[in-house]
Structure formats: structure tokens, C-alpha cells
């Protein structure tokens, strides 16, 4: 199906991710984690992952990052079990509610075999991070731990150069030829499509 388009200037914050956009602004202030990681237009995107998401279902992130998403979910008790899998912990990594766990894990490398699995799995920004001759091999993972639904945001860089820590380019075509089947909306910001959040039943 075509993709929705959505303004993320006009996107809130819902309260459990604006407890914890308050939370990190708080240890940035302090100088304990970079500004970059108390951007509003990233817990805007996340808010609107957040609404999708089942109550009392299990919860596997995938590529925490700082851990602004799992620290929110994991706060007001809305999941039966939250589990983030990481490569290495990140240097920004926040543990604000003892209701989730970090285990390693490498989606691109250790996909064939894994112990993992949960209701909802959620992979928020991480496909940029790696090699676009890797991607099928994480897709294939992150299918295989989700029993019930899974849930992508990647950047859209059309034209602009990637950022450095990019390994691959998305655009909203590119996004719709790699999962035909699901529910896309790009998000945009100031008229330009800036991400896209894939919603797939499995």
C-alpha cells in the first residue's frame, strides 16, 4: 500500500516518552550524556512508535542506542518483558528503570542462530548503521525474533550526504521496495521526508 505522510512539527510527545526526553535533558545539563541525545524531533519519533506497540506484550529493541526508548517503555509497566540486544554497550547507555535487561547480540553476523524471541521487536535507526550487503541477513533476524509484529525507523537521505556513521542510503522508493507488504509513514520535516516508520506483521 502507499505510504502516509506525516508532519513531525505537529507530532507531541506522549508522557511516558516525555518523562524520559525530561530525565536526559537533566544528565546533559550535568554534562553526563551530549546534547545530541535530547533531540525533541527524535522523541517525536519515537512517540509515535511508542502508540503502536500492545499492551502487556514482550518487547525486544534492537540497537538501544543511549536507551531513551527502553528506558520509557520499561518505566510505567505497559510490556510482560523487555529485552534490548546491543552489539557492545553504548558509551551514552542510561539504566533508568530496573524493568529491562541488555543482552549482545550482532543481527548481521550471528543470524542464524539466536534464543530470542518476543511479541513486538522494534529496530529504531539501526539498519543505517550497517553495510547494505548486511541488511538482508538483519532483516532475516529481525523477522525471526518478532512472533507478532515488527517495527523499522530508518533515515531518509535522498540526496544529502550521509552522515558519517551512515553505512547505507534510504529513500522513501527504496523503503516501499524492501517491504511491500507493510503499513510505511514518512515523516517529514519542513516539507522534506526525513524517516520512515515500517510497521510489519509477521
Same mark, same amino acid.
Given at each position: 500500500m502507499p505510504p502516509t505522510t506525516l508532519d513531525l512539527?505537529?507530532?507531541?510527545?506522549?508522557?511516558?516518552?516525555?518523562?524520559?526526553?525530561?530525565e536526559y535533558g537533566k544528565l546533559a545539563s550535568a554534562g553526563k550524556i551530549g546534547r545530541p541525545h535530547t533531540r525533541a524531533v527524535d522523541y517525536k519519533r519515537w512517540s509515535l512508535v511508542y502508540n503502536k506497540l500492545q499492551d502487556g506484550a514482550s518487547l525486544i529493541d534492537v540497537g538501544p542506542g543511549a536507551g531513551q526508548f527502553v528506558n520509557a517503555a520499561a518505566r510505567f509497566g505497559r510490556f510482560h518483558s523487555i529485552l534490548a540486544l546491543d552489539i557492545k554497550p553504548h558509551s551514552s547507555l542510561q539504566h533508568l528503570s530496573p524493568h529491562w535487561t541488555l543482552a549482545f547480540y550482532n543481527i548481521a553476523r550471528q543470524h542464524k542462530h539466536h534464543p530470542f524471541t518476543?511479541? #513486538?521487536?522494534?529496530? &529504531? !535507526? *539501526? @539498519?543505517?548503521?550497517?553495510?547494505?550487503?548486511? #541488511?538482508?541477513?538483519? &532483516? !532475516? *533476524? @529481525?523477522?525471526?525474533l518478532a512472533t507478532n509484529q515488527l517495527i523499522l525507523t530508518v533515515p531518509i537521505h535522498p540526496e544529502a550526504l550521509l552522515p558519517k556513521s551512515h553505512k547505507q542510503r534510504f529513500t522513501v522508493e527504496r523503503v516501499c521496495n524492501l517491504w511491500p507488504q507493510s503499513v510505511v509513514t514518512v515523516l517529514t520535516t519542513q516539507g522534506l521526508p526525513s524517516y520512515a516508520i515500517v510497521e510489519i506483521h509477521v
Open positions: 512539527s505537529f507530532v507531541q510527545m506522549t508522557p511516558h516518552i516525555r518523562w524520559v526526553y525530561g518476543a511479541h #513486538t521487536v522494534t529496530c &529504531l !535507526q *539501526t @539498519l543505517a548503521y550497517l553495510p547494505e550487503s548486511q #541488511t538482508a541477513d538483519a &532483516l !532475516q *533476524t @529481525l523477522t525471526s
